[in-house]
């Protein structure tokens, strides 16, 4: 099993910025793709973006493309997520998920281990 724990969370205005962090711990070797997701209230988890382990391709959902960034440090095997520009409908708990799965994987269901999550409020 993979353990995440989030850090980073907060309340910021519309247009500030945030980064999230994600330490994994336990069987990390085992991860292939690292990802963010986040639940707003009332609505679904849904995909922010996603990361290979090894080979650092990258890929976001439409909502935040060209506004946040998620890198990897292998060193310390911590996963972030760079927030700019944020907009008050980003407002959600933010959560850290590991999966053993290669591919543009985008679903809650091929991510088997998740962090506890970190809440993100913008104010307008």
């Known amino acids: 099993q993979v353990q995440l724990v989030e850090s980073g969370g907060g309340l910021v205005q519309a247009g500030d910025s945030l980064r999230l962090s994600c330490a994994a711990s336990?069987?990390?070797?085992?991860?292939?793709?690292l990802g963010w997701f986040r639940q707003a209230p009332g609505k679904e988890r849904e995909f922010v973006a996603a990361?290979?382990?090894?080979?650092?391709?990258?890929w976001y959902a439409d909502s935040v493309k060209g506004r946040f960034t998620i890198s990897r440090d292998n060193g310390q095997n911590t996963v972030y997520l760079q927030m700019n520009s944020l907009k008050p409908e980003d407002t959600a708990v933010y959560y850290c998920?590991?999966?053993?799965?290669?591919?543009?994987?985008?679903?809650?269901?091929?991510?088997?281990?998740w962090g506890q999550g970190t809440q993100v409020t913008v104010s307008s």
């Open positions: 998920a590991a999966g053993r799965r290669a591919g543009y994987i985008r679903s809650p269901v091929d991510f088997g281990s």
């Open positions: 336990g069987r990390t070797f085992s991860m292939i793709t």
């Open positions: 990361i290979n382990w090894s080979f650092r391709n990258t």
